[in-house]
């Protein structure tokens, strides 16, 4: 299982980022994706997930209404539209995936890409 992130970098505050993140060494329909950030000093916290199927997708409060996560199996290849983006969102991000998933936690998720730097600065 390989996941990759990329899309990250310096973005003004109130500017987008796309976040992609390419699978590769399985089965990617099958598996349910999780995008997480971990800030300096901070935990890691769930942004978003989306299921293997595409009928079910979880924002975290300070994701809603910003962000929109989708993915096209087709592709193996999962998005985080991040818009309107503040310097709180400052963070690495990561997605994840794993096949079963109880809930959209990290602890839930148990293959991870190397994460993509997200900077929000002016």
């Known amino acids: 299982v390989q996941l990759v992130e990329s899309g990250g970098g310096l973005v003004q505050p109130g500017g987008s980022l796309r976040l992609s993140c390419a699978a590769s060494g399985f089965t990617f329909e099958n598996y349910a994706i999780g995008w997480f950030r971990q800030a300096p000093g901070k935990e890691r916290e769930t942004v978003s997930c989306?299921?293997?199927?595409?009928?079910?997708?979880y924002y975290a409060d300070s994701a809603k209404g910003r962000f929109t996560v989708s993915r096209d199996n087709a592709k193996d290849t999962a998005y985080l539209q991040m818009n309107s983006l503040k310097p709180e969102d400052t963070a690495i991000y990561y997605c994840?995936?794993?096949?079963?998933?109880?809930?959209?936690?990290?602890?839930?998720?148990?293959?991870w890409g190397q994460g993509t730097q997200v900077t929000v600065s002016s």
């Open positions: 994840a995936a794993d096949p079963w998933v109880a809930d959209c936690s990290p602890a839930a998720f148990n293959f």
């Open positions: 989306i299921s293997h199927s595409l009928d079910s997708t």
